[in-house]
């Protein structure tokens, strides 16, 4: 099993960007799918984005497609989240999370590890 770490975050203003990092512990990075999700206070935790284990396979909220956008470099350990035009509703805690089914990424259930999160903050 993984151990996550998120790191990246910050106040920013609308219209920035922001890249979040996700490293991972272990050996076995590259038999986990990773996903990111953010939850805004009051809120349920929802899904932003996700990518296979090869990273050939990405999938997005339509909220934030075209706007974010999700890789990962399995030699690194680590899969990263591009934030960009980033706006006032988009403001939340980001969590990574890792899982071992390939597929159904959008699938909040599935994903069995997750980091402690990485607030952003977007001010109008």
């Known amino acids: 099993q993984v151990q996550l770490v998120e790191s990246g975050g910050g106040l920013v203003q609308a219209g920035d960007s922001l890249r979040l990092s996700c490293a991972a512990s272990g050996r076995t990075f590259s038999s986990y799918a990773m996903g990111w999700f953010r939850q805004a206070p009051g809120k349920e935790r929802e899904f932003v984005a996700g990518i296979s284990r090869s990273g050939g396979t990405t999938l997005y909220a339509d909220s934030v497609k075209g706007r974010f956008t999700i890789s990962r470099d399995n030699a690194k350990n680590t899969v990263y989240l591009q934030l960009n035009n980033l706006k006032p509703e988009d403001t939340a805690a980001y969590y990574c999370?890792?899982?071992?089914?390939?597929?159904?990424?959008?699938?909040?259930?599935?994903?069995?590890?997750w980091g402690r999160g990485a607030q952003v903050t977007v001010s109008s």
């Open positions: 999370a890792a899982r071992y089914v390939n597929y159904d990424l959008a699938t909040r259930q599935g994903y069995d590890t």
